[in-house]
């Protein structure tokens, strides 16, 4: 069964430091979608893409947070100057159609921040 | 308000019993509103989803009933199992966006 695959598993990095998060999606999808859920909270949107482009964002996702599709199969999520409240579970999805809900997500990547 | 408010936060069913859970939203522009399981270290998996033109949705053991009116939710597991225990979403999405809004999550554990 193809899945949304995300690496690192666990990232721990310095606050200010940049972290860049990495996704791959399943091959025929062409949405493209970012949540976070911080330890023991609701899951989060953040932004969803496509077409080399962002289609919406969330207050959340401010100056410092970007996303692209550098190679056409990866789809990444770069946060400039990390700061504590980062710290959370980011999870990428992905879907054939631009519903949300039909989205496939990944396991996601723990981003510890310290 | 984009907020979808779930409950109970947490819920203990032994096995073969009923689980409920409940969500309520205030966005009349919302339809569709799916709900997600997810097991520890794991992404949320879609598990069923309704729209609001049907009262009733049933998949397997699992049956979604909505309410347009109270704008209400519900997801019933019939004769719930112990590899039912995770934690469920609902979640809901309108019209005009493709981002979902998640409700505040369920920890269901089913002893057996």
């Known amino acids: 069964e193809p899945e949304v695959t995300q690496t690192p598993s666990h990232q721990v990095t310095q606050m200010g430091q940049e972290v860049i998060l990495r996704c791959v999606p399943i091959s025929n999808h062409l949405y493209f979608y970012w949540y976070r859920q911080i330890l023991g909270q609701k899951v989060e949107f953040l932004v969803s893409f496509y077409n080399n482009e962002i289609s919406e964002k969330s207050e959340i996702f401010d100056d410092q947070f970007s996303v692209e599709r550098p190679d056409g199969s990866n789809f990444t999520l770069k946060i400039r100057s990390t700061k504590l409240e980062d710290s959370a579970m980011y999870f990428c999805?992905?879907?054939?159609?631009?519903?949300?809900?039909?989205?496939?997500f990944g396991q996601g990547t723990r981003l510890t921040v310290v | 308000q984009q907020q979808v408010k779930q409950s109970p936060q947490s819920l203990i069913v032994q096995k073969g019993g009923i689980s409920i859970i409940n969500c309520a939203y205030e966005n009349t522009a919302f339809d569709y509103f799916p709900w997600y399981q997810q097991f520890p270290g794991k992404g949320p998996a879609l598990l069923i989803a309704i729209r609001p033109d049907v009262s009733e949705k049933k998949e397997g053991r699992f049956t979604i009933s909505f309410n347009k009116s109270a704008k209400q939710f519900s997801l019933h597991i019939m004769d719930s199992q112990p590899g039912d225990s995770a934690t469920y979403f609902c979640?809901?999405?309108?019209?005009?966006?493709?981002?979902?809004?998640f409700g505040t999550g369920t920890r269901l554990q089913v002893f057996p």
């Open positions: 979640a809901a999405e309108s019209y005009n966006t493709d981002k979902l809004i």
């Open positions: 999805a992905s879907s054939v159609t631009n519903q949300g809900a039909e989205a496939f």
